[in-house]
């Protein structure tokens, strides 16, 4: 089988361009929904995500603050940014950009910023509240695969989704809203045996490893459906998944490239929320 390819970047596209007529129309209710970002440090990968973020809102004409501070904040210092954000009532969604450096303890963040600024979907309550299948705020990467799925009318209920990857950022909730709409869940990781097995078994495959060429199409079931998180810049400066592309879509009925497949959808969910966050506080 040659797998149709899925474009998340035309998808995203497409969300985005009603996500602007969204904050036009809140304008008009002199509701301007803002986005607040926090960054520490310098590392160039997490320094060209929330650029990306703040220029993904700038086109849909949504407010966006970008607050850099020093590696060295502390983390006394860092509570009080996201104190003075939960308070501030310009500010409706509130991103503080993970990884942070290793003297701040990530989960004390992720738990003082207000449940309904989050619009990363990590704190503790709103992942009850996903568990629970409760309406809440997603994981952004997660609901762009999910909104994949609904968009290409991919069927999930009773099939085996096989999730490769335990992070709380992707594989874990993205096993989670599998679960919700009824697929059959396997989560891989670092540690699990015979991984291969699993794989071959899967009907839905997701891959959030961060290893390129991690799964090759020799290893997948036909038809599968094969969902690429992987973002890893290889020697020659390019950009690749987790899967090999080339091998794996002669075998798969949908997959997602890398570039322009999952990554596009991940930023166009966090303006999704982060409009869904000023929508609430105003209602
Ligand atoms: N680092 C990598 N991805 C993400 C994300 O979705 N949110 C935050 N806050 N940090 C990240």
Redesign the pocket.
């Known amino acids: 089988m040659a797998a149709e390819i899925i474009y998340g970047k035309e998808l995203a596209e497409s969300i985005r361009a009603r996500l602007k007529d969204e904050v036009a129309e809140l304008h008009s209710q002199q509701i301007h929904p803002k986005l607040a970002?926090v960054i520490l440090g310098n590392d160039p990968?997490?320094q060209s995500?929330v650029k990306g973020k703040k220029k993904a809102s700038a086109n849909i004409g949504m407010d966006a603050e970008l607050i850099e501070l020093s590696e060295e904040t502390t983390q006394a210092e860092l509570l009080d940014v996201v104190d003075r954000l939960n308070q501030d009532t310009d500010i409706h969604g509130i991103?503080?950009?993970?990884?942070l450096p290793d003297h701040i303890n990530e989960d004390v963040i992720i738990e003082a910023i207000s449940p309904e600024k989050d619009v990363?979907g990590?704190h503790p309550i709103s992942i009850g509240r996903m568990m629970a299948g409760k309406e809440t705020f997603l994981?952004?990467?997660p609901l762009g695969i999910m909104t994949m799925f609904h968009e290409k009318g991919i069927s999930i209920r009773g099939k085996h989704a096989v999730v490769v990857g335990r992070s709380r950022?992707?594989g874990k909730p993205v096993g989670q809203l599998l679960l919700n709409e009824h697929a059959t869940v396997t989560y891989c990781h670092s540690r699990t045996e015979n991984m291969d097995k699993y794989i071959q078994e899967a009907d839905i495959l997701i891959v959030a490893v961060g290893k390129p060429g991690f799964v090759h199409g020799d290893q997948i079931k036909d038809g599968a459906v094969v969902i690429d998180v992987g973002v890893n810049r290889i020697e020659d400066g390019t950009l690749t998944g987790d899967v090999d592309f080339e091998s794996a879509k002669e075998k798969a009925s949908y997959i997602t490239p890398v570039p322009r497949g999952v990554g596009p959808m991940?930023i166009t969910m966090?303006l999704q929320n982060t409009i869904q966050a000023a929508k609430q506080i105003h209602h």
């Open positions: 970002v990968a997490s995500y991103l503080v950009q993970l990884p990363d990590f994981p952004c990467t950022i992707v991940t966090l």
